[in-house]
């Protein structure tokens, strides 16, 4: 991320790919549905958050961008597990941007808005990933109150 002026760079987004042994990556497209269908995504997205905030806590002044499963959102313990891995890296929750999809707006609305409000009472800010290829009506969306929305690319 870079600042709309051109002063430099405010911040990182975390990136998740997998690489067997063979040297190939394989993009979260295919893995991240695979954890979601086996389990295995809160325990997942716990080690991408912990990495990546380890990582980042090593640059101060950047922020950090990280998305997150709508399942892992859906999880009441979230924002007492994301708090956890922040404190132990002494990372400011300012800092931080958690990235979401619409989806998790429609399937379980109370959860997530009970979830945005935690990690926003935090400090912890809020983006709307990939907007504009889910259903969620604007009146849906403002009441949210994401700190930013990134728009899907076109295809």
């Known amino acids: 991320m870079v600042h709309s002026d051109g002063r430099g760079i405010c911040g990182v987004e975390a990136l ?12 979260p497209d295919i893995f991240i549905p695979l954890a979601e269908r086996s389990g295995l995504i809160e325990t997942l997205g716990q080690q991408i958050m912990t990495k990546a ?8 002044g950047l922020g950090l961008a990280v998305n997150v499963s709508p399942l892992q959102l859906k999880n009441p313990r979230f924002v007492r597990q994301v708090l ?11 800092r931080l941007t958690i990235e979401i999809t619409e989806g998790v707006l429609i399937s379980n609305p109370d959860q997530a808005h009970r979830a945005i409000k935690g990690l926003k009472a935090a400090g912890i800010k809020i983006a709307l ?27």
Request: net charge neutral; hydrophobic share 40%.
């Open 84 to 94: 956890d891995i922040l404190a132990r890296a002494s990372f400011e929750p300012s």
């Open 53 to 60: 905030v380890r990582a980042a806590a090593q640059w101060p």
């Open 16 to 27: 998740a790919r997998w690489q067997p042994s063979e040297g190939t990556t394989i993009g």
């Open 129 to 155: 990933d990939d907007f504009g290829c889910g259903f969620a009506s604007i009146g849906t969306l403002r009441a949210f109150g994401f700190d930013r929305m990134k728009v899907d690319r076109l295809s």
